[in-house]
């Protein structure tokens, strides 16, 4: 089994700044990628910035300049800089990983955080 666990979200005033977390564990033998998506209250989730393991990272345009992601081994971190009240939404972590025993690389979820700007 493969669980990836989320923890950094709250609430914060606009200008603000939080750090969201997000481990894998379980029976993983590689990730080839992991990244932050969101999805505010009646939005389709939307993709906020990935990051391929040794490779290049992606940001949402609305992101750019305010937010970072980095990875150290199997965790990944989305330092949220400049939030806006449009950043309000639940943050999922999101990871391909290859389990032992098999070829494929498969997308794994979190469970979601909050975050809320407002104030």
């Known amino acids: 089994q493969v669980q990836l666990v989320e923890s950094g979200g709250g609430l914060v005033q606009p200008g603000g700044s939080l750090r969201l977390s997000c481990t894998a564990s379980g029976s993983i033998n590689r990730i080839n990628a992991m990244g932050w998506y969101r999805q505010a209250l009646g939005e389709r989730r939307e993709l906020v910035a990935t990051?391929?393991?040794?490779?290049p990272t992606k940001y949402a345009d609305s992101v750019k300049g305010r937010f970072t992601i980095s990875n150290a081994e199997n965790t990944v971190i989305l330092q949220m800089n400049s939030l806006k009240p449009e950043d309000t939404a639940v943050y999922y972590c999101?990871?391909?990983?290859?389990?032992?025993?098999?070829?494929?690389?498969?997308?794994?979820w979190g469970q979601g955080t909050q975050v809320t700007v407002s104030s």
């Open positions: 990051i391929t393991i040794g490779g």
């Open positions: 999101n990871a391909a990983i290859r389990r032992y025993f098999t070829t494929r690389y498969l997308p794994y």
